[in-house]
């Protein structure tokens, strides 16, 4: 069974980001894209960087790696997601409005995603995690 649930998990993130770049390196280069392990290559629209570059501080520009991984929340109690690591939780919880968890960690609900998906759709990425 568990061999099987990997199997499955591992199909899931097959278009995982692979050579994440900053926010930084992105408006540097002025190639707002990324791969995946599959080979494709995901835009990111210059309109949601600089949306991201405006509410950054500098710090955050040259730390903070596209797209933000927001991933299944086993831990809590009822369906959830989460973001973790810093700037990243840091970053998304000022979209949203929120206070992070702890630092580093940030629990989103699915109003909350969908407020994130209508803010920065192609900034982020799903992971489904076991």
């Not at 949203?96 to 630092?103: I, N």
């Amino acid at each position: 069974m568990v061999d099987f649930l990997a199997s499955v998990m591992s199909e899931l993130n097959s278009n995982l980001a692979v050579g994440k770049r900053t926010l930084e390196q992105m408006m540097d280069s002025g190639d707002f894209s990324y791969r995946t392990k599959s080979g494709s290559v995901i835009g990111i629209p210059k309109e949601q960087v600089d949306y991201l570059w405006e509410i950054c501080d500098d710090a955050e520009k040259i730390r903070l790696r596209l797209p933000i991984f927001v991933s299944t929340d086993i831990s809590a109690e009822n369906g959830a997601w989460k973001v973790e690591g810093t700037p990243d939780a840091d970053v998304v919880a000022r979209i949203l409005d929120k206070k992070v968890h702890r630092e580093g960690y940030l629990r989103l609900y699915h109003p909350d995603l969908r407020d994130l998906k209508a803010k920065i759709p192609d900034a982020i990425m799903v992971v489904f995690t076991p």
